[in-house]
């Protein structure tokens, strides 16, 4: 018998486990969270991946890196000047852990408003309908607690690759990578993802040398490829040194740093770096929790198979986030698990996949959301595209922040809106408004129509759906 019986279990308490707990507990089921975490000083913390080595702390570093870069290459031509600007890089990653720590208790203070019970320990199943719980101390006691309902959202980790193994100190993977105590002066990175390339923007804007070794040809292969290309000539110009088509083969590391070894079309090469960062993806983290002994399996690539409303095969069981199938991004997960929250309670819970925007914080940043021009080419769907830059934008012109461009795709036939692609300032910010018109399935003449306050770097959404139909203004 149970030591506890629960309505629901979530298992894992990242953007994904810990919003779905919270949401049960507000539709009146009984619910209790398990997680394993455990922080830079060994205490249990929520959040999982995103809030405490992921999302928000690569985010504090952009921002920090970014207002250093801004004091010794632009706020001149505004008139400012700045003398022997310095970084200390303790303090930058004192605020980062300050920032994650006040986070990170703000969900453990939103468990104990919803009453869901924070099991500290990792998980494992006893059957299809238990969970044992291992404390994280030797000295606890284990338990097993049932539920009818049951969501896993234990998350992701990243790749391991053999020709770079990772140390801690010398390579690194992500979190390392968000750790260092000091600039690196020579920094190499595998991958040119999301990841290597915040990670880079960051430590090439406190002056290291960066190298990014991408496998691919191809740069952000995912992004719309105007975009992309647009994209790699200004990450270049900032200084961020990106080689494509570059298999790394091997790698090894001494006193005098790390000897990385790579082929390219001249050949075998050689890079010499400091430090090296390992970012070539992230994979299903599912190794702790049994699956095998309830009968559940994953595909090739490690991910549960579930239905499209998040259920396994096994009835009562769900899971959500980076353990399925889709982008292993902390917004798909939490709408995610407040789809499943609903459908337990008896809602109709949903989520549109086809709607879920990306980011990327590089600066300018890149976001985008809906169907490319090559997916829709591959897909033999006629569309209009319509693109406005951001150098006519009054408010861009005043920011300084001119580069980009907005880019709006929309059915040949229907006009319905079917991609926004976004290379520019606060993209992150302006994507919303995209979503927002393709969630409610509206047609670029929609926002052609719709005012924007002027002057605001909305605008070029504005002037980019002007342009699908040959009508921009301001150009």
Known sequence: MADKQYDVVVIGAGPGGYVAAIRCAQLGLKTACVEKWLNNNGKPALGGTCLNVGCIPSKALLDSSHYYHH????????????????????????????????????????????????????????????????????????IEVAAANIIIASGSVPVDIPVAPVDGEQIVDSTGALAFREVPKRLGVIGAGVIGLELGSVWNRLGADVVILEAMDTFLAPVDQELAKDALKVYQKQGLDIRLDCKVTGSKAGKKGISVSYQNGDGDQRLEVDKLVVAVGRKPYTDSLNLSGIGLGTDERGFITVDDHCQTSINGLYAVGDAVRGPMLAHKASEEGVMVAERIAGQGGHINHNTIPWVIYAWPEIAWVGKTEKQLTAEGIEYRVGSFPFMAIGRARGMGETTGKVKIIGDAKTDRILGVHIFGPQASELIAEAVTAMEADLSTEDLARTVHAHPTLAEAIHEAALAVDGRAIHI
Do not use: C, Y
């Open 71 to 142: 004091l010794q290459h632009q706020v001149a031509e505004h008139g400012i000047t700045v003398n022997n600007a310095e970084i200390d890089v303790s303090v930058m990653q004192k605020r980062k852990d300050k920032i994650v720590m006040m986070l990170t208790k703000g969900i453990e203070g939103l468990f104990k408003k919803n009453k869901v019970d924070w099991l500290q320990g990792e998980a494992s199943f006893s059957d299809r309908k238990k969970i044992k719980v291992t404390p994280l101390e030797k000295a606890g006691k284990v």
